[in-house]
């Protein structure tokens, strides 16, 4: 999928990465957020969520790791033939819920039907714009060595919860999708920290190893993580031992990663833990002098491993 | 498709109509433009065009109906595993090439890969944000009767140039999607008007008829239309005569309706024809008193009938 993008999708509008989100200047003035995402989750209903609430926390969860205030979203439906409408209906109280919860409205959208056996069930695009207040300079060009790794909160779980539902397996106690909008996240952070927040992301597909991997490109540094240190919920590793996957592989639905100034740090960690979505957040690790573009995972005897993405998907269709 | 938007997606969200475009204004100031479409067109190479470039001018047109400069789209991708990497790369490159014709930047994407049989080789869809100008004021409230109805082409050779090539059918000579982004020749309309255009809408699904029944129904006044006015190209009359489709019904990619003031609607018609899009454009009748919201056909002898949206779908999957 990245080679996909990178090789044939980006160069063809001119672009080395197509990312899912942008900010761009107005001719009005002011900075505009703009984002896109595709929902083809499967099954449509999981522990947590569905697709509903996952396409309108998913991307506003983009604008807000960009700093940007969440604003308007579009709504793109394609519904296969004989959609039962109750589900419709559930999937869109979701939708509507999320958006209130969220504080964002949705102000448009489309709706295609195609013929039975030509979609899978439904799919939802959701696109979103959001407003970049002036002061707000995030990216990877900010970082520095010595900054520090935050995670908000226990890795895994949507993957989890998703894939478990989708292949019949019960856990006790049930893992339940993290879904949630971090937009009121992301405002705290910023509000406590004093321009020492380098860069926000979401991790969702690939997980937490993607995302930092990505940084660590971006920033043209190593990060280095402590396996200890890394919030994973017990029932979350155990299936992940049962099914022999990573945790920092499995997608995320409400758990941002934030490069934080040493400075900066300690309030913005406290910040995270004081919001009802950061009671589990940890400093995981910092970056490195090296500019070798690697994550490295520290074990708790010293040993290094090296974090990659992976080849494949994993998990597909997690969201 | 209508009762489901109205009774069902648009109640969720608190709002009458989920329409595909909204004007919001933006906290930095101005107005923007913010719109989206799914395309799920089936052939998805089609004489004329293909799904990439339908994806692009269709957000346009969208965009620029409603005054507004479109700068910015975002691209979702729903391919189906195995999809040919040769047609995803003939469908990217006539997206960028119908967005560097557009003076529009692509610069947000998403893509998903769905499983063989899940989806339809390919869906895409294209959110967009335009620029709204000061003093640009479109709606149906501002319509006045006695205002005039103009379009800018012939209708319906794109739903016929689709559902020929869906259904192997060829004509002589053949019938060519008008696929095209119309913002150029919205440009030049603005530039001759002195603010009487009222509104303008881009008959996509459901044709022209469908159009002016919701711009009747949104300006609560009766639109007539004289029939020998109506311009429809002999190949796409001889088609729909053999298919049993009226052209009016039948979907257009380039072609747009304008509601404008008496003063200004000759004005308004002479900038149309000079535009390389508009060479047929002409007017086709005029806003009435009456507010019974009906769409009336005068037939060349004197005769009146009603005209409505079709229930059904004519012509699925044309967009």
Same mark, same amino acid.
């Given at each position: ?45 999981? #522990? ?46 979701? /939708?509507?819920?999320?958006?209130? $919860?969220?504080?964002? $409205? ?47 909160? #226990? ?7 998703? /894939? ?34 380098? /860069? ?9 190893? !993607? ?39 499995? @997608? ?46 520290? !074990?708790?005897?010293? @040993? ?6 992976? !080849? ?8």
């Amino acid at each position: 999928m990245h080679r996909l993008v990178r090789e044939v999708i980006a160069p063809a509008f001119d672009m080395h990465e197509l990312s899912d989100s942008a900010v761009l200047d107005l001719p009005s003035g002011g900075r505009l957020a703009l984002t896109t995402d595709s929902y083809v989750v499967s099954p449509l209903f999981f #522990p947590g969520g569905n697709i509903g609430d996952l396409a309108v926390c998913g991307t506003v969860n983009d604008l807000a790791v960009m700093g940007a205030r969440p604003l308007h979203l579009t709504a793109g439906f394609i519904l296969e033939e004989g959609f039962p409408l109750d589900f419709l209906q559930k999937i869109l109280l979701a /939708m509507a819920d999320a958006a209130r $919860r969220a504080g964002v $409205r949705i102000v448009a959208g489309d709706t295609k039907v195609v013929d039975r056996g030509k979609c899978d069930g439904m799919f939802i695009n959701t696109a979103g714009v959001g407003h970049v207040p002036s002061g707000i300079r995030l990216g990877a060009e900010q970082i520095q060595p010595g900054d520090r790794i935050l995670v908000s909160g #226990p890795l895994g779980t949507h993957g989890i919860a998703v /894939m478990a539902e989708r292949n019949g397996l019960s856990f006790h106690p049930p893992i339940i999708s993290d879904t949630a909008a971090l937009n009121g996240l992301v405002e705290s952070l910023l509000a406590v920290s004093s321009g020492g927040i380098r /860069m926000m992301r979401d991790p969702t597909r690939g997980g937490l190893v !993607t995302t930092l991997k990505e940084i660590a490109e971006e920033s043209n540094r190593r990060l280095e993580i402590r396996e200890t240190q890394v919030p994973v919920l017990p029932g979350v590793q155990g299936a992940c031992e049962l099914l022999g996957l990573d945790p920092m592989h499995v @997608a995320n639905e409400g758990v941002l990663t934030a490069i934080v100034s040493p400075e900066d740090s300690r309030d913005v960690l406290e910040a995270m833990k004081q919001h009802p979505l950061g009671k589990n957040a940890a400093v995981i690790g910092e970056v490195r002098d090296e500019d070798d573009q690697k994550v490295v995972l520290r !074990t708790p005897l010293g @040993a290094a491993r090296m974090l990659d993405m992976l !080849t494949g998907d994993q998990l597909p269709r997690i969201c």
